[in-house]
């Protein structure tokens, strides 16, 4: 069965703080996102990778970073924490070529809290 | 600037009612139509997807329709019933491109 788990379902956090929101997939995929979810606005893309150690900015990038060292696990980090990075936060794979788009696998998510 | 535009953003709908959910897309190069179904605590998870060289496209209760001349599909679910409630969202991508998701609907079908 596939899987994507993320470390943590619920995080709050402090104005300021580095963060690390990790994820990992089981599928051998290529293709890892994370996006945030805020009621209104769907589903944003943050960032996406398509191999390991490669990284593309997604639509709303500013104020995150990612890391791909390991083809299973990706990693999104928050340098500075601030009060409008409230949100949930969802990482998920998909398989497929060159480049991503075909089913992407979601995990749970992450409902974060900056204080 | 918002590629696929998703409406209503929610639904109420009595049991065996169908609810209709919209989607417009303005990038013509668009070729994969999806649509993510998401339970409360859960994440997204795929539904039911079309490619634009077929017009519909049935899985069980649940149809999409496809219009390429007007840019537009929809989500068709047939007898809906309360297990059926859920937030639902459309996507578009191009080639294998990344997903561009819509704004999502919730949908709550009532006994």
């Known amino acids: 069965d596939v899987k994507v788990t993320q470390s943590s379902r619920y995080l709050v956090k402090r104005t300021g703080e580095k963060v690390f929101l990790e994820c990992v997939q089981d599928?051998?995929?290529?293709?890892m996102f994370w996006y945030r979810q805020d009621p209104g606005l769907g589903l944003r893309l943050i960032y996406f990778?398509?191999?390991?150690?490669?990284?593309e900015k997604g639509d709303i990038p500013e104020g995150y970073s990612v890391s791909r060292e390991k083809k299973e696990r990706f990693s999104l980090i928050l340098e500075s924490a601030s009060t409008n990075q409230t949100s949930m936060y969802l990482c998920a794979s998909s398989s497929g070529g060159a480049r991503g788009g075909n089913e992407q696998f979601f995990g749970p998510g992450t409902r974060l809290t900056v204080l | 600037q918002q590629q696929v535009k998703q409406s209503p953003q929610s639904l109420i709908v009595q049991k065996g009612g169908i609810p209709i959910i919209n989607c417009a897309y303005e990038n013509t190069a668009f070729d994969y139509f999806p649509w993510y179904q998401q339970f409360p605590g859960k994440g997204p998870a795929l539904l039911i997807a079309i490619r634009p060289d077929v017009s519909e496209k049935k899985e069980g209760r649940f149809t999409i329709s496809f219009n390429k001349s007007a840019k537009q599909f929809s989500l068709h679910i047939m007898d809906s019933q309360p297990g059926d409630s859920a937030t639902y969202f459309c996507?578009?991508?191009?080639?294998?491109?990344?997903?561009?998701f819509g704004t999502g609907t919730r949908l709550t079908i009532i006994p």
């Open positions: 599928m051998d995929h290529e293709n």
């Open positions: 990778s398509y191999d390991v150690k490669m990284k």
């Open positions: 996507a578009a991508s191009e080639g294998n491109e990344k997903l561009t």
